[in-house]
């Protein structure tokens, strides 16, 4: 019988586990922790993003600031603004919704995020220090992955687990932390080179996927008894909903669910788990800002 990951609900009790540390922190008298979201241009998705990442920060007690800054915006004064948060004591973390409209380098703004102020965990810095094992902050989604397979109690030593993708954000770190002591397992990280995906997909006991298609991955490429993870978002058509869509994600849960140990929905899996851990983050910053523990 197939068990739900419930991000849901795992979201919900890790919100409440901050904001608890939140209002002891600041009944003594302590700011709250503060996360700035630099949003560039009128993106709708990266809008929605960071609306609800304002809305998650605001319920743990974050204070939570979001600076909208026009499409038209050069590269220089963008740095400059990065420039101004990191040397601003009162700010201990800041994203830079991505993406970045075509006129701005990504690579050489996210670069200039001070790496303890960086809680997406993108910069270098940063990536370098999670490759290597040390303390880092870790890409908010593999981070989530990585919290749902924890909290649930999931075996993960030696077993093998699959990752579908290998992009910055997703795929390479959630294999790269997975394949690391504490979690243990033998990874595999497939990407559109791969040949015979099938075959690799269903040696997995946990399969991970992160390919950015929706329904991908069908029955016949799951292993019975598999733990699945399904990161993919993709919003479709739907006149029956009153939003005009619906949620799906890159696993064809219609028929795969029923072969799985445990499964993440879509939506209410990876998704909440992913704002959570950027809240986690943040908290991380706060302390090391403010010389805490
Ligand atoms: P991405 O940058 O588009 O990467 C997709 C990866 O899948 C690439 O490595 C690509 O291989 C691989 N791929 C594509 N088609 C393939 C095929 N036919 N066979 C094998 N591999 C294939 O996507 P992403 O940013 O990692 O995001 C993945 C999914 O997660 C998307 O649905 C996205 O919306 C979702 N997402 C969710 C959250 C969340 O909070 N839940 C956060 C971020 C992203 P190549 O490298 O060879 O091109």
Not at 66 to 71: E, F, H, I, N, T
Not at 122 to 139: H, K, Q, S, W
Not at 189 to 197: G, V
Request: glycine share 8%; with cysteine; hydrophobic share 40%.
């Amino acid at each position: 019988m197939v068990q739900l990951l419930d991000g849901k609900a795992l979201a919900l009790q890790i919100k409440d586990e901050i904001a608890n540390e939140v209002r002891q922190l600041t009944a003594k008298g302590m700011r709250a922790p503060h996360l700035v979201a630099v949003i560039v241009g009128e993106d709708g998705a990266s809008q929605t993003y960071v609306a609800n990442k304002e809305r998650s920060s605001k319920e743990v007690g974050f204070t939570s600031s979001v600076y909208r800054l026009p499409a038209n915006i050069t590269e220089e004064k963008l740095l400059e603004t990065i420039n101004f948060m990191n040397n601003d004591s009162e700010i201990d973390g800041f994203i830079i919704q991505l993406p970045l409209p075509k006129h701005i380098n990504e690579q050489h703004v996210i670069n200039a995020i001070s790496p303890e102020k960086d809680v997406d965990g993108f910069t270098a810095i940063n990536v370098g220090r999670m490759v290597l094992g040390e303390d880092a902050y870790v890409p908010a989604t593999p981070m989530g992955v990585c919290t749902l397979l924890k909290r649930y109690g999931i075996e993960t030593a030696g077993k093998h687990c699959v990752v579908l993708g290998r992009s910055n954000i997703v795929g390479t770190p959630a294999a790269n932390l997975l394949s690391r002591k504490g979690f243990d397992c033998t990874v595999t990280m497939c990407h559109s080179k791969t040949q015979n995906l099938a075959d690799m997909t269903r040696q997995a006991d946990i399969l991970v996927a992160a390919i950015g298609k929706p329904e991908f991955v069908t029955a016949e490429m799951v292993k019975e008894g598999a733990v699945v993870v399904d990161v993919g978002i993709h919003r479709i058509p739907d006149e029956t909903k009153k939003s005009g869509y619906r949620i799906i994600g890159d696993v064809k849960h219609s028929e795969v669910d029923e072969k799985c140990s445990w499964v993440t929905p879509v939506p209410g899996g990876v998704g909440p788990l992913t704002i959570c851990s950027l809240l986690e983050n943040t908290m991380k910053a706060y302390k090391r800002n403010n010389n805490i523990e």
